[in-house]
Antibody, heavy 118, light 108 residues
Framework: QLQLQESGPGLVKPSETLSLTCTVS??????????WGWIRQPPGKGLEWIGT???????YYNPSLKSRVTISVDTSKNQFSLKLSSVTAADTALYYC??????????WGQGTLVTVSS | DIQMTQSPSSLSASVGDRVTITCRAS??????LNWYQQKPGKAPSLLIY???SLESGVPSRFSGSGSGTDFTLTISSLQPEDFATYYC??????????FGQGTRLEIK
C-alpha cells in the first residue's frame, strides 16, 4: 500500500528557506501514471496547492508562489522535495505531500507543521 | 486557473438530517472531482473520488453526484462523527489542482 511521509525542520526563521522531503514507500515514484505534489494549509484556513512534479522532473507551480518555490525529485531515493525561499509568518502551515492523478484516488501524507518564527 | 466555489461555507444540522454540500467549478471539469473530510488536527481524508466513487471504508451514507461545473456531496443521515469540514478538489487540470474553500458542518 502506497504511503507518503513528509520530513523536515518544524521551525524556520523569517527570510530563510523552508525545505521538506516526501518519502514514498510501497510503490515507485517513477510510475508514468502519477504526479507528485505539495499542498499546504495555514492554521484555521483552507487548502492551497503549492506545486507538482513528474518523475522525469517537469514541474508545475502555483503562480502565486512560483517565484519562491522549487520542487525536485530523486528517483533513486523514491523521494521528492520542496524548497520555499524568503519565508514569512504567512508561510506557517501544515505541509502535505501527495500523489496526484487526474482520474483515480489521490493519496496524501499525514502532513508536517512548519512554523516561521525567529 | 479553475476556481472552485463551495456552498454553503458553514452549515448547522442535526444528527439524522440529510445534508447536501455544493461545489461549482468556474469551467467544465468533466468528472474529475474529489471530496475530502477534515477533522480538527487531522489531515484531510479522501471520501469520494471521480465525482461518485466511494473511497474504501467510507460509509455508504456519503454519496457524490454531478458533472461539468456543478457537483454535490450528500450525507443521507448525519452521524455524530460526520461533523467536520468538507473540501472539494478538481483534478481536471492535474498536475495543477484547486480546492474549494471548505464547508464547516456543525452540530445544531
Amino acid at each position: 500500500q502506497l504511503q507518503l511521509q513528509e520530513s523536515g525542520p518544524g521551525l524556520v526563521k523569517p527570510s530563510e528557506t523552508l525545505s521538506l522531503t516526501c518519502t514514498v514507500s510501497g510503490g515507485s515514484i517513477s510510475s508514468s501514471s502519477y504526479f507528485w505534489g505539495w499542498i499546504r494549509q495555514p492554521p484555521g484556513k483552507g487548502l492551497e496547492w503549492i506545486g507538482t512534479i513528474y518523475y522525469r522532473g517537469r514541474t508545475y507551480y502555483n503562480p502565486s508562489l512560483k517565484s519562491r518555490v522549487t520542487i525536485s525529485v530523486d528517483t533513486s531515493k523514491n523521494q521528492f522535495s520542496l524548497k520555499l525561499s524568503s519565508v514569512t509568518a504567512a508561510d506557517t502551515a501544515l505541509y502535505y505531500c501527495a500523489r496526484l492523478v487526474q482520474s483515480g484516488k489521490p493519496i496524501w501524507g499525514q502532513g508536517t507543521l512548519v512554523t516561521v518564527s525567529s | 486557473d479553475i476556481q472552485m466555489t463551495q456552498s454553503p461555507s458553514s452549515l448547522s444540522a442535526s444528527v439524522g438530517d440529510r445534508v447536501t454540500i455544493t461545489c461549482r467549478a468556474s469551467q467544465s471539469i468533466s468528472g474529475y472531482l474529489n471530496w475530502y473530510q477534515q477533522k480538527p488536527g487531522k489531515a484531510p481524508s479522501l471520501l469520494i473520488y471521480d465525482v461518485r466513487s466511494l473511497e474504501s471504508g467510507v460509509p455508504s451514507r456519503f454519496s457524490g453526484s454531478g458533472s461539468g461545473t456543478d457537483f454535490t456531496l450528500t450525507i443521507s443521515s448525519l452521524q455524530p462523527e460526520d461533523f467536520a469540514t468538507y473540501y472539494c478538489q478538481q483534478s481536471y487540470s492535474t498536475p495543477s489542482i484547486t480546492f474549494g474553500q471548505g464547508t464547516r458542518l456543525e452540530i445544531k
